[in-house]
């Protein structure tokens, strides 16, 4: 059984910064691309960033130099820096991971349950 449990949402206001953690745990033979998506009410989920087990990194255009992704492949951790926050940034912020079960190549994505953001004055 294998979960992502994520961390460190909540209030903000505009221009400040939080930090997101998202830790995987169970049986994990490895973690390929893990990453983070965000949803905002009556809207579909979208890519925010992910990074790849060798450390390359994606943004979404509308995050780049103000969000950071990184993780720690010694504790399957992902983290999300989000500096100058926008109100435009409130969303439910969604932990994903690529991974292997077992030495076959197959991978399969899990979830984290989601942890609001709200960046408002």
């Known amino acids: 059984q294998v979960q992502l449990v994520e961390s460190g949402g909540g209030l903000v206001q505009p221009g400040g910064s939080l930090r997101l953690s998202c830790a995987a745990s169970g049986t994990i033979f490895s973690i390929n691309t893990m990453g983070w998506y965000r949803q905002a009410p009556g809207k579909q989920r979208e890519l925010v960033a992910t990074v790849a087990s060798g450390g390359s990194t994606n943004y979404a255009d509308s995050v780049k130099g103000r969000f950071t992704v990184s993780r720690d492949n010694a504790k399957n951790t992902v983290y999300l820096q989000m500096n100058t926050l926008k109100p435009e940034d409130t969303a439910v912020y969604y932990c994903?991971?690529?991974?292997?079960?077992?030495?076959?190549?197959?991978?399969?994505?899990?979830w984290g349950q989601g942890t609001q953001v709200t960046v408002s004055s």
């Open positions: 994903n991971a690529a991974l292997r079960l077992t030495a076959s190549f197959r991978l399969y994505a899990y």
